[in-house]
Nanobody
Framework: QVQLVESGGGLVQAGGSLRLSCAAS????????MGWFRQAPGKEREFVSA???????YYVDSVKGRFTISRENEKNTVYLQMNSLKPEDTAVYYC????????????????WGQGTQVTVSS
């Protein structure tokens, strides 16, 4: 089982950009579908984006055209490039890993990172 550590969160003005990184331990990273979820105060954790082992990508409609997910298996790392950020993107962002499948529902994820805060000011 992998362990996940996120980085790259912070405070940014609306319209700005951030890149989140998620570094995974272990030698089987390429066997995992990887994803990003977010949770705003008082709300449930929601799917944001995911990438399969073969590189197929998935996005929630609200971030399509603004966010890009990618992975570097050689570095055991998945990224989330976030552009044109909006105040409603403010949340704690969590990296997720699912063995052999793409993580698209929070209830189905077994492995989470600790989360990184993203705050977008208006």
């Amino acid at each position: 089982q992998v362990q996940l550590v996120e980085s790259g969160g912070g405070l940014v003005q609306a319209g700005g950009s951030l890149r989140l990184s998620c570094a995974a331990s272990g030698r089987t990273f390429s066997a995992y579908g990887m994803g990003w979820f977010r949770q705003a105060p008082g709300k449930e954790r929601e799917f944001v984006s995911a990438i399969s082992r073969s590189g197929t990508t998935y996005y929630v409609d609200s971030v399509k055209g603004r966010f890009t997910i990618s992975r570097e298996n050689e570095k055991n790392t998945v990224y989330l490039q976030m552009n044109s950020l909006k105040p409603e993107d403010t949340a704690v962002y969590y990296c997720a890993a699912s063995l052999l499948v793409v993580p698209q529902t929070a209830g189905g994820v077994r492995t989470w990172g600790q989360g990184t805060q993203v705050t977008v000011s208006s």
